[in-house]
């Protein structure tokens, strides 16, 4: 006679996983604020749809679900052991406008899909595993960026809460329409010591692994970023009667300024810089512009690189400014530094892809993730994923495949099942 134990079914699936996996992906992708698009901001209706979709795709997968304070959506897959320190993984669930559908999802999507086999398995871990949907990492409709990976580090900083959206809404109010009382946002925290350590599957955003004909690498760090808006004031003006040594355009300071950190950034390998945002408010095609608000972005795994270059741009947009007879409000809205990968989580990685035949391969990140600011709390550490179309992302033409995802799953399977939490004092 078999008994239930022996009944169970200790292989996985990883094709029929993967399949779900990249379904639920698409499911996932329903709730979007714009039709046709992928832009899910921080509780808006449709994020809050999508939280309730992972919730109830955590509970299926044998975890018990909560909701922080900032409205991370956590699942808990218990170990046996209470008092050991947990696993933590997961990614955002938030989107750029217009966005891709993988960029976050995939790191939720896939440790629901392993837990789901262990509890199936009926498989525990000394240490329990939690799944974390991120609620907001982008930064898009309140330009504060990594708002639910801030409130598990405790280091959330509630001067953002008076951050409007193009409507008008303070982020307080957001919070409060979607029962979440930002008082109580000291209560999402974790305490360093809980966590042994936090992994995320991630996509690449990059052409990297593509270009190389691999589907999986380790990352070694996260780049820093610098982050501006830049209000430009000069004086509008009628577009045929101002002759052109007259005027104070604030448009064409800004393109002055935007080709400036083309070129700064262009200077140096490792230097990026991004004005992704450019706009004339209440311009018209007969009025020189008189206002222009723009925001800038520099980027570099060396942060003395970014820094450097920082200090330049800002120092150029006075001089531009003060050419043209422009006023410049430069508010620096975000700041971080580059943030390693833990060295012993990137080897027990590399250790993983080799078991699986996968070639090491470490690259960086130059996009910023979660992991960043967790990194105040607990080790952390990252796979990426190779995306198609040459890599593209923050963009609806990001796509990667199902038999990436199943060897991702395979490789988060084994490194789960083959993690220890190190002693007190080791890692
Ligand atoms: C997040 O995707 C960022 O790097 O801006
Ligand atoms: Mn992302
Ligand atoms: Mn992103």
Redesign the pocket.
Known sequence: MTTMQEQTDLTIDFATMSNQIMERVDVLALHTEQEGMMTRTYLTAAHRGAAGQIAAWMRDAGMTVRRDASGNVIGRYEGTDPGSPLLMTGSHFDT?RNGGRY?GPLGILLPIGCVAEWNRQGKRFPFAVEVVAFCE???VRFKA?LLGSRAIAGTFDTRVLDNVDDQGITMHEAMLGADLDPVHLPTAAVARGKIAAFVEVHIE?GPVLQEEGLALGVVTAISG?TRYMLELEGVAGHAGTVPMMSRHDAAMAGAEIALFIEKRCNAAPGLVGTVGQFTVPNGAGNVIPGRAIMSI?I?AGEDTLRVAAADDITMEIERICARRGVRANVKKTYEAVSVGCADWLQQRWTASLQRHGCAPRSLPS????DGMIIAAIAPIAMLFVRCGNGGIS?NPAETMTAEDAALASRVFVDFVENFEVPAAGQA
């Open positions: 750029v960029d990492e982008e930064g960026p955003q970023a972005d980027r130059g996009a910023g993730h923050h």
